[in-house]
């Protein structure tokens, strides 16, 4: 295992970083951007090591994705051991049990004792596409509802329902058809007021889909019960739930999109189970396989069984070696309790963001969940988004070894998204980072 420390021992990026990177430049498109650009040489726990020999402390965890830490000990000894065995042979041609075993622990883990059935995929993007073709046929309906501050992804259906044009839609036109779009019970951001945030996004909703698309046309809502990239929003109060009581009244079905929620993320297994929602359909990826590509849509038995057979698959969807990684990294959730884990990152974190945002009045905001947690930065006593000096704290922690994630519709939130395995004084440290990156930008 990496030294669990902090280290640097050059300029952070630093010149063999700095070196990589002009070859990057040279020969990577331009259109994939890059967040810190130091080159990683090792990662685990919650370090990352650059190739100029720099410990940074990880609060990103590649985009909640290495929720057990990078090369997690159990995750690398069932690839090592999966990819001595087989490859690849194409699920729809020759099956094999490893595929199996993950749709059982996903059925069984989701919200709902419900019989369910999953399908599994390379991506998150690729889940929700395949979400929303299951919700069309097992519906019969077409329109499918989603949120502001929505991500749902990059593929053509996806940058539909993601609300956010730059980077994501701009000049990508056309988009897929029947999407409609309502607002989201943002309480920071409600023009009311938090306290009539949950009813008055409530009957926006109702109103909307019934003027705009006829309940009996809507096969879907897709909702991310936080969102992601849209900058940590937790719907208000009780929303969610009575979306979905309204939903299950039409024949609307749920889609959660717990891509960047799931997993023990936010202290549950899923963040529907703290709203108390059970989703028709459930999107997973990101924090599922400890770093493999793997994706899923676990769902009610009658649904996932309405498509017709071939209806849904791809070459890769449930590789061996990512199914391998997922049942290791499941495991290691489970053992480790890591959801008990999120809930003790929020315990330390959440009283030191209180703190710096009582010292610094450019934090308007902070909100989350487990280890799934943020601050938006406004103009002082005004919700006008400060997006320069989100990028300049974030730059400043950078500079100093924390990799910090900004997100938000405005760009204006700094997010973090520890792994669950990362200890106390290493965060600690992180957060004393933070706290100078405010203080020199204050
Ligand atoms: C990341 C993300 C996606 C897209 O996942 P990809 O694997 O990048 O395609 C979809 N929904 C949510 C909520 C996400 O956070």
Redesign the pocket.
Known sequence: MIEQKRALVTEVPGPRSRELHARKTAAVSAAVGTTLPVYVERAGGGVVVDVDGNHLIDLGSG?AVTSVGNANPRVVEAVQRQVADFTHTCVMITPYEEYVAVAEALNELTPGDHEKRSALFN????A?ENAVKIARAATGRQAIVAFDHA????TNL?MALTAKNMPYKHHFGPFAGEVYRVPMAYPFRWPGGAEHCADEAFAAFTELVHTQVGEENAAAVIV?PIQ??GGFVVPAPGFLARVAEWCAGHGILVIA?E??TGFCRTGDWFACEAEGIVPDLITT??GIAGGLPL?AVTGRAELMDAVHTGGLGGTYGGNPIACAAALAAIETMRIDDLCGAARHIESVMRPRLAALAQRHPVIGDVRGRGAMLAVELVEPGTREPDPARTAAIAAACHREGVIVLTAGTFGNVLRFLPPLVIGDDLLGEALDVLDAAFAANA
Do not use: L
């Open positions: 985009i991506s998150g993007a690729e929700v991500y749902h992804g990059r996806t991310e992601g990239e999109d891509i960047q990826a990101k994706a």
